[in-house]
Structure formats: C-alpha cells, structure tokens
C-alpha cells in the first residue's frame, strides 16, 4: 500500500505561482510513477504531468507545457508540481496519484493509476 498526501494548494492571482507537494509513505515510492491530474467541478478528471520512477522521464499535458514542472525527490519520498503563469482555467483541486508498470503508453491514463490522494484545492482568480 501507499499513502499519498498533498499540500501546497491555495488561492492565487492569474499570473502567479505555486508549488503542490506530495509525501509518500508505505510501499517503495522510488520504484513507482508519479502523476498529477485536476478536476474541476462538474469536469472528468484530466492529465496534468508525470514522472517516471527515476525522474529522468517527464510528460505533460498540452494545456500546462511550458508553464508546470514535475520532479521527484528520492530520497524524501516526495513529488512536486511547480505551477507557474497559473491561469483562472487551472482552478481544480489537484490529485497526485502513483503506479507501478511501464512508463509508457498509458502515463496519462488515470485508471492506470493505482494510489490516489486526496487532493487539494487550487484556485485562480482573474
């Protein structure tokens, strides 16, 4: 089992920054994928980035790319999403969630996705 939880969420202008963090605990965290997807309400849940076990892998999503970054942390157990040029479409709670398995193909598939957090809450006001 793994235990996921974030931190980092708040309420932030259109144009500003935050960084979402995601502590792990139980089953080797070094040897799973990590992900970020949002939902907003009344939406699916969608992609937003992912990181392979040992970092050296990143995905995102078209609607983020150039504005979040992924990265892990090892050694702390720890994943984070730096979110930067937010934008009041980016208003979701975010989840981080984990897997194990290949990489690739389904790194943006949320059912692949086998621990999930609980989220935490972001908005943007414009």
């Known amino acids: 089992q793994v235990q996921l939880v974030e931190s980092g969420g708040g309420l932030v202008q259109a144009g500003g920054s935050l960084r979402l963090s995601c502590a792990a605990s139980g089953r080797t965290f070094s040897s799973l994928h990590m992900g970020w997807f949002r939902q907003a309400p009344a939406k699916e849940r969608e992609f937003v980035a992912a990181?392979?076990?040992?970092?050296?892998?990143?995905t995102y999503a078209d609607a983020v790319k150039g504005r979040f970054t992924i990265s892990r942390d090892n050694a702390k157990d720890m994943v984070y999403l730096q979110m930067n040029s937010l934008r009041a479409e980016d208003t979701s709670v975010y989840y981080c969630?984990?897997?194990?398995?290949?990489?690739?193909?389904?790194?943006?598939?949320?059912?692949?996705?086998?621990?999930w957090g609980q989220g935490t809450q972001v908005a943007v006001s414009s």
């Open positions: 990181v392979s076990w040992s970092g050296t892998l990143t």
């Open positions: 969630a984990a897997r194990g398995g290949p990489y690739y193909p389904n790194v943006a598939k949320a059912s692949d996705y086998t621990y």
